[in-house]
């Protein structure tokens, strides 16, 4: 199992002048390699793999280009490169949209990637091969072996080492409890159990201040100091969006995940959901495939389960006799003609949830059901 630890960097100012140099130095490169390519291609008819052009390199090392930088660090590149043309033809060949890899301006790559070896951490320094040692924000142990290592340079400036570690997997363990949860505008989820957690939509909270500010951007000169003042301010407000939503969706997921061993979510299409203008805005804020990437995340370590089912029909149907009732998006209550359940229609959804992450399974679950109407609203702000 894999685990990535994320520690912001403290380089000085000969450090970062030469992470700068390091990036722009992969991003001509990538240019290089795709033109290279596009050209070979459309000039000869030939199609260039990873290993044709990781032997240009070497010829172009010789010749004294590309120096200054870890081969390893370039090699990942080439290599990056590669598996954009792979995933561009997979999508050609599923008929999806293509999608051609694009060539990357000044300010469009922003990370390189040490894939072996190249660097080493020792307390609160990472050694860097070409580049130095520097100082970082260690909050926390790194288990396991580290096997890669990724720079990467945010719209702020800021520098931050991705340390991928490999460590062993945990037994997974015998499911005895299990919640289903479905997931919503109204409420962030709606549980089982007959409990819903409010999202503050912190998108929403700061949307007037983005607005003025991305206004303020707009008026401002190309090229001008103030333009990337303004630049800066927009920057900070959507780190800062991201930063606030991350922490709320970690502190969920770590509640879902510590109150049952089998977690079942809906399969949901999000990229088809976005397509309805009105409501993609707040699809994104709410971000609830990263909430099911959280979960899955916390599940494996613990050695607990996360399945994911098919959606169709659990907000209309029944969860105490089964029947069909139909709903629109206005009604919030689920009130049964048969057997005279009535519930939000939320956590009736999250009960069938339950009930088919369920299904197949031997095991008697003693996970207490909602069976009278009840909703419990929990705000973790």
């Known amino acids: 199992m894999k685990t990535a630890y994320k520690f912001r960097m403290y380089p000085n100012k000969q450090q970062e002048a030469s992470l700068d140099l390091t990036l722009d130095t992969c991003r001509y490169l990538y240019n290089w390699a795709l033109a290279d390519r596009k050209n070979a291609y459309e000039q000869e008819g030939i199609s260039r793999s990873y290993e044709d052009q990781a032997a240009m390199l070497v010829a172009e090392k010789k010749d004294g280009n590309f120096k200054g930088v870890f081969s390893q660090v370039l090699q990942d590149v080439l290599r990056r490169l590669d598996k954009s043309f792979k995933s561009f033809f997979r999508r050609v060949k599923n008929g999806e949209t293509p999608g051609y890899p694009r060539f990357k301006g000044k300010g469009w790559y922003k990370s390189f990637t040490y894939p072996q070896v190249g660097f080493k951490l020792d307390g609160s320094k990472l050694t860097l091969s070409k580049i130095g040692s520097i100082r970082i924000f260690k909050h926390r142990e790194v288990e396991g072996k580290i096997k890669t290592c990724t720079i990467k340079k945010d719209n702020l400036g800021h520098w931050y080492a991705i340390l991928v570690s490999e460590v062993e997997d945990v037994s997974p363990i015998e499911p005895k409890t299990a919640i289903g949860v479905d ?23 700061a949307e007037n201040k983005l607005a003025v500010a991305q206004r303020d951007l707009s008026r401002k000169k190309s090229g001008s100091a103030n333009r990337l003042k303004a630049k800066v ?7 800062k969006i991201q930063h606030h939503r991350d922490e709320f969706l970690h502190q969920v997921s770590r509640m879902i995940v510590d109150s049952a061993d089998l977690i079942v979510f809906e399969n949901l299409n999000i990229s088809g959901m976005l397509k309805n203008h009105n409501l993609a805005k707040h699809i994104q804020d709410h971000a609830w495939g990263k909430l099911i990437q959280f979960a899955i995340s916390k599940a494996a370590k613990a050695g607990k389960m996360v399945e994911l089912v098919d959606a169709r029909y659990t907000s209309q149907k029944c969860s105490q006799c089964g029947i069909m009732v139909p709903k629109t998006l206005a009604d919030r209550i689920h009130l049964c003609p048969n057997c005279g359940l009535e519930m939000d229609r939320d956590i009736n959804a999250s009960l069938n949830i339950r009930t088919l992450g369920l299904r197949g399974r031997a095991y008697q679950d003693p996970t207490p059901t909602l069976c009278k109407s009840s909703k419990q609203v929990r705000s973790m702000t």
């Open 183 to 205: 997931v919503g505008l109204k409420s962030l989820v709606a549980l089982s159990t007959g409990e819903a957690v409010a999202y503050p939509r912190y998108y929403v909270q």
């Open 233 to 239: 301010k927009v920057a900070k407000l959507h780190q």
